[in-house]
């Protein structure tokens, strides 16, 4: 059978009922195939399909991969023990919709869908029965999430993130009727077949792939090995979409650190002190409505998670002197050589702290020197 014309179809697949950004429907065929060998290979990548806002067609892409991927279960609520349970017992393909709501202050969920990223560890351990005998049960399985908004940082390290948008007249496609689910079981039943005969190629190691991170060369290692079985135009054109997509990441992670950057300088333009500490840098982020600061985490951006964003730029917190106690803190020199190399000159552009002179502490009891040293802002 011929695995690059498997492939073409479900690219052409995708494409018809779904309107997609460059190499999507490619990465969908990959992953689809891979649903049906995942168990060649050592880690199973996850698809996360986000969006800024509803209606902008992740439900559509589950239900069309619902009509092709391995023993689908779509589930759109779900407990931890339902999760490793069914997944133990049925192997499936998970497409999990509304993950937002899934996911929301469910730690143990979340724990279990991270943990089936990589066969030798995905594992939890129960007790069951009356005697609370010890049991292990498997997380093994592909997953395909949806949720709007930002993925924990957890899983898309485990993912290939899909951002979609909302469809426009330019984006013509057919709704998936009677005639995709013809189409697709034909298609399905191939993929098992192909899978099958050439299940030694798939479980082979590609070649590394110069610019990508080790993180990104382990996500995408399995449609790699997949697309070179697979021969004819398509371990090129698996190795565009890595690296394509993957620049996409390293975009986003590139525009919050500036986004910091700006954030920051505004902070200490305001505050006109010649340090800050991180706890206080922190809290003062997380006030500010029109930016991710909130929501970075949990709990919100976290000293910790903040040192790690300024680690690139050589920027590293340290022990300093407000009043009469100490503190990790920044110093305003640490900051200068970033501010000139990756911000704008122009002071306008310093963030929303310079303008109007915003500064939340200035409502708070204490002193202003305790908590900024050096002089006391206005």
């Known amino acids: ?121 995905a594992i939890v351990a129960r007790t069951v029965g009356d005697d609370h005998e010890p049991r292990q049960f498997s997380t093994w399985a592909p997953k395909a999430i949806a949720k709007i908004g930002h993925q924990p940082r957890t899983v898309r390290d485990r993912s290939i993130v899909l951002r979609m ?98 954030d920051l300088r505004g902070l200490l333009v305001c505050a006109r002190a010649d340090r800050l500490a991180s706890a206080h840098v922190v809290e003062e982020l997380r006030t500010m409505e029109d930016r991710p600061w909130a929501d970075y985490s949990r709990q919100g951006l976290s000293a910790l998670q903040l040192a790690r964003l300024l680690g690139p730029f050589g920027i590293r917190p340290r022990m300093l002197r407000f009043g009469e106690k100490t503190a990790r803190g920044y110093r305003r020199d640490d900051f200068a050589d970033a501010f000139e190399r990756y911000l704008p000159a122009d002071p306008e552009q310093a963030g929303p702290w310079s303008a109007g002179g915003r500064l939340p502490l200035e409502s708070r009891a204490g002193t202003r020197e305790g908590r900024y040293g050096g002089r006391p802002a206005p």
Not at 49 to 69: D, F, I, N
Not at 170 to 194: T, Y
Request: glycine letters at 4%; one cysteine or more.
């Open 165 to 262: 948008r909302r469809r426009t007249k330019r984006d013509p496609v057919e709704r998936p009727r009677r005639r995709l689910k013809a189409e697709a079981e034909s298609l399905a039943r191939r993929a098992v077949r192909w899978c099958e005969d050439g299940k030694a190629a798939l479980a082979a190691e590609p070649e590394p792939l110069p610019g990508l991170n080790d993180r990104a060369l382990e996500i995408w290692e399995p449609l790699l090995a997949l697309a070179d079985a697979a021969a004819g135009p398509w371990p090129g054109r698996a190795r565009q979409a890595a690296l394509a997509l993957s620049g996409d990441e390293a975009d986003a992670e590139e525009d919050v650190r500036s986004l910091l950057l700006a």
């Open 1 to 121: 059978m011929d695995g690059a014309q498997l492939l073409d179809e479900l690219t052409a697949l995708f494409g018809r009922y779904l309107a997609l950004s460059p190499w999507y429907a490619e990465v969908l065929a990959l992953w689809t195939v891979h649903t049906h060998a995942f168990d060649a290979a050592d880690a199973t990548l996850y698809v996360v399909l986000t969006s800024p806002m509803p209606r902008c067609g992740k439900t559509r892409v589950l239900e069309v991969l619902a009509a092709v991927v391995r023993r689908p279960l779509s589930v759109s609520s779900i407990t931890s023990a339902a999760l490793f349970r069914v997944i133990e017992a049925h192997a499936p393909t998970l497409l999990i919709d509304e993950a937002d709501s899934v996911f929301r202050d469910n730690d143990v969920l979340r724990c279990i869908i991270n943990s089936g990223y990589k066969r030798a560890s």
